[in-house]
Every structure is written in structure tokens, then in C-alpha cells.
């Protein structure tokens, strides 16, 4: 699947649906907002892409498409 960012009207790339700014809130105690190709059991091997910040909470921005389900987000 290749998504781009939504064009200047706020379409989605996927469906060209309305999209809403906004920002996902992940708690993460340990070792940040990471990335991960595959699942894992253990969530071991992730590339942190957001630092642990200071009382758990990472924030990334972003767009969300409500019709198909597609987050963008920028780190």
C-alpha cells in the first residue's frame, strides 16, 4: 500500500474522503514510539521513531481518514 500525504483540500490519499487533523497519543513507559516491519510477541528490534518523553505520552501528528481507516502521521 503507498500513502502519500493529503492534498491541500484534506482528501485521503487511499479513498479521496474527507480527512480530520489531528494527533495519536501512545503511552510508552519504556523505550519510546517504535516501528516495527512485522509483529512481534516480545516487541523486540523496533526503530524508535519518538523519544520517551517525560510522564510517558508520545505524540504524532497527523491525519486521519474515518471512511477507510488510514492514519498518516509525520515524526
Do not use: N
Not at 523519544?51 to 505520552?57: R, V
Request: hydrophobic share 30%.
Amino acid at each position: 500500500m503507498q500513502a502519500t500525504m493529503p492534498d491541500a483540500e484534506g482528501r485521503c490519499p487511499k479513498c479521496g474522503g474527507p480527512t480530520e487533523l489531528g494527533t495519536l497519543g501512545t503511552m510508552s513507559y519504556l523505550g519510546g514510539t517504535q516501528w516495527y516491519r512485522e509483529r512481534s510477541a516480545l516487541a523486540l528490534g523496533g526503530e524508535t521513531i519518538v523519544s520517551k518523553p517525560l510522564g510517558g505520552m508520545t505524540w504524532l501528528d497527523g491525519h486521519r481518514c474515518p471512511g477507510c481507516r488510514l492514519l498518516v502521521l509525520t515524526y
